[in-house]
């Protein structure tokens, strides 16, 4: 069974992820890794936090001479920024340093839309610093570093999947059920939104734009499409052994997500049921198989052979540059809330993070299922599964 876990604060000295459960003998590259990080940082709509880290991965535990052991993988990401927090953000208590500065950062009037105050409320917290500090988005970078482990697992059992924009603000992006994997890779990698459509690249840049010189915020949709999975991962004999129900509690975890659905979502509620079940066919060379996916390749809690298909959607970021109202919790009286460096958007980062923590439940659930102590076992389980699931 694979399980992980991350620790860390926004502005602390580091975030550190361990994942326990990789097989072994899987080969690791770093610089994959350090790529995805690189894209989750740099997409238009970004704030000024992102040209003070560069995100690299550390890992110092579970990996020798690049391959992995078996045992849990800890991974390191320095936060750089850090060093403009010395006196503020320390574990030591001879260390803090209370004075004009600290007093500074303390936070006593809630952000509408965040965890703070009922963070504040539930821990006893007077300073929601101690909220806002680990609650906050940076810690993704970690679910992006364990993320890019799993897709490099996942790549070697022959599943590859990508996460892209469909939506930034009321400006819809075109979807096509015909692109593959590769063929949405190759048109999001050279622009910095993540969308397949280009042409929209020049009016969202202009939205964001002009979202940033209101003090505002966009929000928008992401979509991961998973190809090559083996029919039946999940189960439908407990609710909570579902891949959906997992995939979704997965995928809210991230910041800001709102709302999960498969396939064609909510958009199916306005049709009969003949037009959006997928009827199935056989073909010898090939198996069972469904004429369409409207159900985004899930029925009854597990994967049926289809394409996997999930969309995200992602509420505007809550930290405004221009505050809304709140209360100030000592004082009790009307305040503008508190201001912290923040993006005018994160959508595409976004579609990278959901990507990644669906690879990371996918690991999962294939590592339940199969027996995964070592790579090359695991390899042989699960092409001899699909051998027998061919032949149904």
């Not at 992995?68 to 750089?80: A, D, H, Q, R």
Request: with cysteine; hydrophobic share 35%.
């Amino acid at each position: 069974m694979m399980e992980y876990m991350t620790a860390g604060e926004s502005h602390g000295e580091q975030m550190t992820g361990i994942i326990m459960g990789i097989p072994a003998g899987l080969e690791i590259d770093v610089d994959k890794i350090n790529l995805a990080l690189s894209i989750r940082q740099n997409s238009y709509g970004r704030g000024k936090r992102q040209k003070i880290e560069n995100d690299e991965v550390r890992i110092v535990s579970g990996i020798r001479g690049g391959i992995t052991l078996g045992s849990p993988i800890s991974v390191v990401v320095e936060n750089k920024d850090h060093k403009n927090w010395l006196g503020i953000m320390e574990t030591n208590s001879e260390n803090i340093r209370y004075g004009e500065r600290y007093a500074s950062k303390v936070v006593t009037c809630p952000r509408p839309g965040h965890a703070d105050l009922v963070g504040g409320m539930k821990y006893g917290h007077r300073d929601l610093r101690n909220v806002l500090e680990r609650s906050s988005a940076r810690e993704t970078v970690l679910k992006v570093a364990i993320g890019s482990i799993c897709e490099q697992l996942l790549r070697e059992l022959k599943i590859d999947l990508i996460g892209y924009v469909t939506q930034v603000g009321n400006i819809k992006i075109k979807t096509s059920e015909k692109m593959s994997v590769g063929d949405i890779r190759e048109r999001i990698n050279d622009n910095d939104l993540r969308i397949i459509d280009k042409s929209k690249i020049s009016e969202i840049h202009k939205l964001i734009t002009q979202t940033k010189r209101k003090g505002d915020t966009l929000g928008g949709k992401v979509r991961v499409l998973v190809e090559n999975l083996p029919v039946g991962l999940g189960n439908y004999t407990s609710w909570e052994k579902k891949l959906d129900v997992r995939l979704a509690g997965a995928v809210m975890g991230v910041n800001a997500i709102k709302g999960v659905s498969f396939g064609d979502g909510f958009d199916i509620v306005g049709h009969f049921g003949s037009e959006v079940m997928d009827e199935i066919t056989y073909k010898p060379s090939g198996g069972y198989t469904r004429k369409t996916n409207h159900l985004g390749g899930i029925e009854g809690g597990m994967t049926n052979g289809m394409p996997l298909i999930v969309d995200a959607a992602l509420k505007p970021i809550p930290t405004l540059r221009k505050p809304l109202e709140t209360i100030d919790i000592e004082t009790r009286k009307r305040a503008k809330a508190s201001i912290e460096r923040a993006d005018i958007t994160v959508v595409a980062p976004a579609s990278l993070i959901v990507e990644n923590v669906i690879a990371i439940e996918l690991v999962r659930t294939i590592l339940e299922t199969f027996e995964s102590s070592n790579l090359s076992r695991l390899k042989v389980e699960v092409e001899n599964y699909r051998n027998y699931i061919s032949r149904y």
